[in-house]
């Protein structure tokens, strides 16, 4: 069962709102209305964090699987925190572990932790070593979340909102 923050619509509200601070923790979905989910097997045998990006596999043939993103894998969506439905691992329970049903968000509204300061309207960019996403220029250590836009205001370590495939991104943000 994914989890949805029992006060949805009023974050979905705040977030919208410049100088809203994102509540909630990694990978939870705030707002569900424009929202779309794939579930797919976790190859990789870390697991794959809630709220961290999701990505195809490298083999084409395992197409009911996904992976942590890497540098040059497709991007597939993010994975989504999710309360039940599955044994967790209790050295990383904050992931799904490898083998399990992953629910990853396509499209839709999620929060995550910033890297740095961030701006609503912002595009997002995910740090393979940290994990945290920020809007800084993408490289070969941060990577550009295709149609991901920042929904609030955050300073590093901090959650934030952010919006995947739902509204246009900002430009010059």
């Given amino acids: 069962m994914l989890h949805i923050s029992p006060n949805a619509q009023v974050m979905a509200m705040l977030a919208r709102l410049p100088d809203a601070k994102a509540v909630g923790r990694t990978g939870e ?6 929202a779309n989910f794939v579930t797919k097997s976790v190859e990789t045998p870390s697991g ?4 961290q990006p999701a990505a195809r596999p490298a083999d084409p043939a395992k197409d009911r699987c996904c992976r942590l993103m890497v540098p040059g894998a497709r991007f597939l969506g993010l994975a989504a925190l999710e ?10 329970p904050n992931a799904f572990p490898q083998f399990i049903p992953a629910a990853i968000m396509t499209k839709g509204y ?8 961030v701006t609503a309207g912002q595009p997002v960019v995910w740090n393979v070593e940290t994990g945290q996403y920020s809007s800084v220029q993408p490289d070969d250590d941060n990577l ?6 920042f929904e609030s205001h955050a300073s590093k370590g901090e959650t934030v909102a952010l919006s995947l495939g ?6 010059g943000a």
């Fill in 29 to 34: 979905v705030f707002d569900v209305e424009l």
């Fill in 48 to 51: 794959l964090p809630f709220g």
């Fill in 83 to 92: 309360d039940g439905g599955f044994a967790r691992d209790p050295n990383n």
């Fill in 110 to 117: 999620m929060t995550v932790i910033a890297g740095g300061p």
């Fill in 144 to 149: 550009a979340i295709p149609g991901a836009v």
């Fill in 166 to 171: 739902c509204r246009p991104q900002e430009v």
